[in-house]
């Protein structure tokens, strides 16, 4: 198995465990590459590092495929969400590309993820009007695929150990329709702001799996090198159970409103 017990009570306590080794690190290589020239970008060459943060959509490659593919990753999967109640999304969606720079980021407030449309708009691509619930429809679970190594200074993924705890509670609020992630930045994360801060570090290849529910925020880039990584959701062929379910992600919401 991926993860051991230690590991998935931890999970289900701080709402954070890292998988190191989730995929190879020649996988995690041939994607840096990849994001590197479509960016327009060298490795080689900082001086042309210019914007502290870029976005590009993951491109449908064999090495991005690979790397959700990770038979490692999807045992720790089956491990935290269930087996065969999960889906990986077809590609890793936004791919975040941090350079070194002394401008402060513009992105880096604290959030949680939305996870399906508003009603009364499905087609909605304002991602400010989607919405997340208690019972977090549509999504199992948020990753981190980190395609390149990430110290202390490479501007991790900053986040707040147990604070999936008190956003469950926070959204339990709005019962079944949930929230819009406008709304949910105007009510604030003060909820969170007693957790401890723990950084997403790690070498390529690691992956590290959030609860849904898990406030997280970007960084400035106070290092030398390129940091990129991808943040997809995890979606669910079924809904989670929040009265009966037995996977971690639901224990971890059924011990908040407890």
């Not at 943060?53 to 064999?62: D, E, G, H, N």
């Not at 975040?96 to 402060?104: G, N």
């Not at 570090?201 to 590290?208: I, N, Y």
């Not at 609860?211 to 809904?239: C, D, K, M, S, W």
Request: proline share 9%; glycine share 6%; net charge negative.
């Amino acid at each position: 198995m991926s993860l051991s017990s230690d590991q998935i009570e931890s999970f289900v306590e701080t709402g954070a465990v890292k998988l190191e080794n989730a995929f190879a690190r020649e996988t995690a290589e041939a994607c840096s590459n990849i994001i590197f020239r479509a960016l327009g970008l060298s490795p080689d060459a900082p001086d042309q590092w210019k914007e502290p943060v870029l976005r590009i959509t993951a491109p449908p490659l064999p090495p991005f495929r690979e790397a959700a593919a990770s038979p490692r990753l999807a045992a720790a999967l089956d491990q935290l969400v269930g087996a065969g109640r999960w889906t990986m999304p077809g590609a890793l969606g936004a791919i975040v590309a941090r350079f070194p720079s002394t401008q402060k980021p513009w992105d880096d407030g604290w959030h949680i993820d939305a996870s399906f449309p508003p009603p009364d708009d499905p087609q909605s691509q304002d991602y400010f009007q989607w919405r997340v619930n208690f019972h977090s429809r549509d999504r199992s679970m948020l990753m981190l695929f980190l395609f390149t190594d990430c110290g202390p200074d490479d501007a991790p993924t900053r986040v707040r150990l147990r604070s999936h705890l008190p956003m469950a509670r926070q959204l339990a609020a709005h019962g079944e329709a949930g929230v819009s992630l406008a709304n949910l930045a105007k009510e604030g994360f003060a909820s969170s702001d007693h957790c401890e801060v723990s950084l997403a570090t790690g070498e390529a290849g690691t992956v590290w799996l959030l609860h849904p529910f898990t406030v997280h925020a970007a960084q400035a880039h106070n290092g030398t090198r390129a940091r990129f990584i991808a943040q997809p959701g995890l979606g669910q062929r079924e809904p989670f159970n929040i009265e009966h379910g037995t996977s971690p992600v639901e224990r971890a919401i059924q011990l908040a409103l407890a």
